[in-house]
């Protein structure tokens, strides 16, 4: 028999909080309080000073979080994307390119910003090997010219770096003062942003995160809607056994971002979450939980799948300074559901027949945090409706 795992619940609206138990394949049952280890926090933080400036909205970080804020705050909140990303529009998304220091101070010289959550930038890895000169406008020269506004405005800064600082040769759980090492232009890009801001704001946050795990606006940006993608089209996917990551639910990552900037914590942190996982272990994840066809998914090294771009292997970040800093640890388990985490490479071969997997799981269960739900903002398909 299955231990019960007590976890707390909360709606989507932060009404009700009611402890509960997964018995099975996720159906609640209130319970008595749940004991054990310090539970995220979920108390209601102060808000974030205001207007606020998300950047870099077609991401997953940035898109995430610029819907959390704009439902908490409505139009203090604005975000930004290229000009050519037309299709994400709505209200309080304004199109600016980064890189062009004159439209970001028109932008700035509008709204005038109080904080800042920098999310932009280009991961595209591929891309960035074969122009780095585009990978440096895109993820240097644009955090050089936010954090430039961010300064003469005095606005709170919240720069999002990422875990591939790190090439992943040493066994991971990197810590703080472990000296970055990229592998690819777009990891050593990273490193030069974080210079900028810790140079000209040393009073910043910056957090280096790993997997981003919630929806995209265009349906592929993301590990999970990038696998996804792949296995909707009934195409397959290889994933690789050794990368790997510390991913974390949008949702926690959020209330991470609303805490910080109402309670400050300067200085760079790891906020990677407590459950390492393969990219491999990750595509089994989505393969199961999103009822796709098992025989999709590949696996190889990164040895064997060749030089461009390069890979990363293990870079798992150790996050106990950021949980040391804010008293409480920010992030659950992804996924939160243990029975979820892969035990070997055949695993979604045998768990594909006994898992009721559709798109509404992946939501409810890759895409959202169960323990504590926030809201999945729309993807493109459900704004445009396959028009575009």
């Known amino acids: 028999m299955k231990t019960k795992k007590q976890v707390k619940y909360r709606d989507i609206f932060d009404l009700v909080r009611l402890p509960v138990t997964f018995i099975g394949r996720f159906q609640p049952v209130i319970l008595t309080r749940p004991t054990g280890p310090m539970p995220i926090q979920t108390s209601t933080t102060a808000a974030p000073p205001l207007p606020m400036l998300v950047t870099g909205i077609a991401g997953v970080p940035g898109y995430n979080a610029f ?90 800064v919240i720069h999002l770096s990422i875990d591939l600082v790190f090439a992943g040769r040493d066994g991971g759980h990197y810590d703080e003062d472990d000296e970055p090492d990229p592998v690819t232009i777009y990891g050593s890009k990273m490193v030069l942003a974080e210079q900028i801001v810790r140079n000209e704001r040393p009073d ?18 993301g590990a999970v809607d990038w696998i996804a993608s792949r296995f909707k089209q009934e195409k397959p996917a290889t994933l690789y056994f050794d990368e790997v990551r510390t991913p974390t639910y949008s949702d926690c990552m959020n209330r991470l971002f609303a805490k910080l900037f109402a309670t400050p914590l300067p200085g760079t942190f790891h906020a990677g979450g407590p459950r390492r996982l ?9 393969s ?38 804010l008293g409480y640890q920010p ?30 799981a992946v939501h409810r269960l890759l895409y959202c ?17 396959g028009r575009f």
Not at 204 to 219: D, E, H, Q, T, V
Not at 278 to 286: G, M, R, T
Not at 289 to 303: E, F, M, S, T
């Open 331 to 360: 992030f659950d388990a992804w996924p939160a559901d243990g029975d979820l985490v892969p035990t070997e490479r055949d695993w979604h071969l045998e768990e594909a027949s006994r898992f009721d997997g559709s798109a509404k």
């Open 67 to 156: 819907h959390y804020f704009r439902s908490l705050y409505g139009d203090q909140v604005i975000g930004v994307r290229q000009a050519s990303m037309w299709p994400l529009s709505g209200d309080g998304i304004v199109p600016c390119e980064v890189e062009n220091s004159d439209e970001v101070k028109q932008l700035w010289d509008r709204y005038q910003f109080k904080s800042l959550l920098n999310c932009a930038g280009s991961c595209r890895l591929k891309s960035c090997e074969l122009d780095p000169a585009m990978a440096h406008r895109v993820n240097v020269t644009g955090t050089e010219n936010m954090i430039a506004q961010a300064t003469r405005y005095d606005a709170a």
């Open 278 to 286: 393969s990219l491999y272990e990750i595509a089994q994840i989505v």
């Open 288 to 325: 199961v939980v999103g009822g796709y066809d098992p025989q999709l998914l590949q696996g190889c090294a990164r040895i064997e799948a060749g030089p461009m771009p390069p890979r990363a292997g293990n870079v798992t970040m150790n996050s106990a300074k950021l949980s040391a800093a």
């Open 369 to 385: 945090n169960p323990i504590n739900p926030g809201l999945v903002p729309p993807s493109r398909e459900e704004i445009w409706n």
């Open 204 to 221: 910043a946050s910056i957090l280096r995160i790993s997997l981003p795990m919630g929806i995209s606006f265009n349906g592929h940006a």
